[in-house]
């Protein structure tokens, strides 16, 4: 799980002095982060920005491809590799700090000659398998969230997922297991009908006139935050949502619902994975 970087941490970043990026400014992140508008990304050529001092560095990077976590979606995993030289660093996960995606390196990997520093021109590749994986339950997610809100009114108030399984709760007070049994058949039916994944980015005022977008809590957004991503599984479900999502429900494949419960009289939680591994 990211961990939440004190800011005096984060103070101890040193700055790069050759940075070719654009200049720091308040709530102007540094490094691209690539992994919001373009999910099928990959790998990224960069330059080291600035490296956390410590026993487990953070690496920032002037471009991006990894997933910070965040909306129950885990960090990617993956591995630095330096182009001078080859030396490579496994990534364990990354996170948000002050509005940058830090880079959580191995300090098994990271011996004398063998760090990384500033400017050092490298290739960042996420696990790639695992992230599609991730998409994958990401969106099944979604469609889970749409079905259930659609047909039965129920909205969702929680939810979190690993590679291939994923659960939701929801304010669901009438949810049985005869229920369940339907939903899942409408999950897949959903997921089969081939849909498309837009991911858009609204002016604040525009994501908030969306009445759909209101069950998702959107009210809870910082009153800073000038702008909304948003995840629509067309013709289904749409959320504000900052996670990577596959570009068409066809890519899940069929799910099962492995489980369900209560967790009090209204709120009930569903479980599910992705049926084709
Ligand atoms: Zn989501």
Redesign the pocket.
Known sequence: MARTLPTAAYLRLIPMPRCTGPRYSFGVPRGQQLCYSDAYARSAVARILAVEVGPAPGVLLESTVFYPGG???PADTGAITRSADGAAWHVRSARKAEGEILHDLDPDDITAGVAPAVGDLITAEIDWPRRHLLMRT?TA??TLCGVVWRDYGAQVTG?NMEPGTGRMDFEFERMSGELVGEIEATVNRELAAEREVRVSVLPRDDAFAIPDLIRTKINLLPPGIAEVRT?EIVGLDL?A???T?VANTREVGPIRVTGYESKGRINKRIRIELAAG
């Open positions: 909306g129950g979606q990401h997610l979604h939810g995840v959320q949502d900052g996670g999502h």
